[in-house]
Structures are given as C-alpha cells and as structure tokens.
C-alpha cells in the first residue's frame, strides 16, 4: 500500500477555475482535501468565491477573464504550482479519497504517460445519467506540468498533450451541472449555445487543410473538428439527430424521465446553436455584431 507523503498529502496541484462560485467552491475544495496544493484561479468574481476559498486554505489567483482555453492555457504557463502534476477541477465538481489514492499510487510509480483521462459521473436533478452517452465521459484532467496545453477554442476547449499517448484513471469526478437551479443552469446554456455558434460559424469558414474523409480519419481535435464540419454543413435535422441518438442508441431511455428530460433539454440546445449560427450568416445581425471579434479570430491550425 503506497501511503500518501507529507502529512497525508497527494503530491499534486489542483487547478480550479472559477467565477461567483461562493455556494461550489467550499465543498469542492474540501472534496480535493487530500491534495497538497489547491489554486484557484478566480475570474474577478462579484460575489464572495475569492474570500471562502482563501477560508478553505487554497490559493487564490485573480485574472480578467477572456475565454475557457486562453484562461486555462494562461493559469498553466503562469502559475507558480508546486508540483509536477496538474489537476483541473470545475468548481460544480468534486473529488473523492479514493480519487487520491488512486493518483498517490499513479505517481509513486513515475507515471509513463504526460496526461491521464478521468470519468465524470453527470448528475442531473440528483440523478447519475448512467448512460445518454453521459457516462463515462472521459475528460483530460490530470496533466503533466509544460506538457499540455489547449486547443484555440472558445469554449468546449480540448486539451493538446505533448509525447505519449494519454493514460486513464478509474475512479471518477462527480459533476453536479445543475445545483444552481435550472434557471441559473438553461442560462448558462445560452451562453453556451452562443459560443458554440461561434465556434462552428469559425469552423465552416476557416481555410481546410485537406479533404474531409482524411481529416475524418484522423486522431485528436483535427478528427473532432471534421465530424462538426459534416454535421453542420450536411446533417439535416441535426437537433432531432442528436436526440435520437442520445435517448435511443446511447440508451438515455434506461434513465427514466430524467434521461428524457435531459435528452430533450440537449435537442433544445442544439437547435439553439443552429438558430445562432443562421443568424451569424448575416454580417449586421445582432448576434455576428456582439461576438464579431471571436468570430473573425480564424485560425489555421486545423
């Protein structure tokens, strides 16, 4: 049994974006306690998120936020973090003992891999969605200091590793999504929606580097970004599309009537993004003037 060092502390840095989160970040610290070095990187919050973490011994860290990549890209090349090994927590999530001791044993044993996926379990109106395609919704969290960092996206950002491939963890984060309210939760995903817009409205005009089958038949964000491109530009009915899918062939319907409900909210979403982004089409529309700076920011990394 691999015992944990330094006064029953993991040798690992927990990173934990966060803005007005005064009701997440107490117990979601507290959930992290086994870590040796817990950083939250506050987002100039109204409310008093910055005083209870500071209350909870982490580190608070202030910066002006732009958006979810550049943030977390900005925290990883400019924080001073103790350890080696990087830890990215939501705030709306929270650790486990045994997530710890998981971690303990992988670095007591000079990990192979530069980043390692963890499981989220989703709750949803106090429900694990066991299945919508929502479990076990691999994200990559733990990271080793100078060798990731993230792709250029404004929100829903994935995590580019250097070196070898990533390795996987068993035990999960618990995600309550919705322990806000549904009506702090569906204004969220307005704001979602509107990014996610942007992101596909850059993704259908950005110059493509080869044909769509071979970038479909790549690994990583450039495979990603082709089945978006196919789906946006070629998937008709594509809310109906993504429902159908989630409830039926991911079994969502094995949730009862929180898997529908949660389907059905992901179809209202989707035909959101749909909306938004007929609407960013036109140059003088009120949704291309707010986000046009985002919009003309086009890449050619991919």
């Known amino acids: 049994m691999v015992t944990w060092p330094k006064r029953g502390k993991v040798p690992v840095s927990v990173l934990i974006p966060a803005r007005n989160e005064a009701d997440n970040i107490g117990p979601c610290i507290d959930s992290l ?15 008093n998120t910055a005083e209870i973490a500071s209350a909870h011994q982490a580190r608070v860290v202030s910066r002006v936020f732009d958006n979810y990549a550049a943030n ?42 530069n980043g390692y996926y963890l499981a989220r379990k989703n709750m949803f109106w106090g429900r694990w969605l066991k299945h919508c395609g929502m479990y076990p919704d691999w994200n990559l969290r733990l990271l080793r ?38 009506e702090r939760y569906i204004e969220r995903h307005n704001q979602y929606t509107s990014l996610e817009a942007v ?17 479909l038949l790549a690994k990583g964000p450039k495979r990603r970004r082709a089945l978006k491109e196919f789906a946006y530009r070629s998937l008709p009915g594509r809310p109906i599309f993504v429902f159908l899918y989630m409830y039926f062939l991911q079994l969502g319907l094995l949730d009862g009537w929180v898997g529908l ?11 959101q ?26 890449r050619t990394d991919g």
Request: with cysteine; proline share 3%.
């Open 199 to 215: 992101e596909a409205h850059r993704l259908l005009i950005r110059p493509r580097a080869g044909t769509l089958v071979g970038r």
């Open 72 to 113: 977390k890209d900005w925290a990883l090349s400019q924080i001073d973090f103790r350890h080696e090994w990087i830890l990215i927590v939501d705030a709306d999530e929270r650790g486990s003992d045994a997530l710890g001791g998981e971690i303990a044993r992988l670095l007591a044993d000079a990990p192979a891999c």
């Open 33 to 47: 306690s086994w870590a040796s070095d817990i950083v939250v990187l506050d987002s100039m919050s109204d409310d």
């Open 145 to 182: 200091r100078g060798r990731a960092r993230y792709e250029t996206r404004v929100v829903h950002e994935h995590v580019l590793l250097d070196g070898p491939l990533a390795g996987w963890l068993t035990t999960p984060l618990v995600h309550f999504s919705d322990n806000k309210g549904i």
């Open 273 to 298: 993004i749909d909306l938004k982004l007929h609407e960013m089409r036109d140059c003088d529309s009120p949704q291309y003037r707010k986000y046009k700076t985002m919009i003309e920011e086009v």
């Open 261 to 271: 409900h949660y389907c059905l909210m992901r179809m209202i979403w989707e035909y």
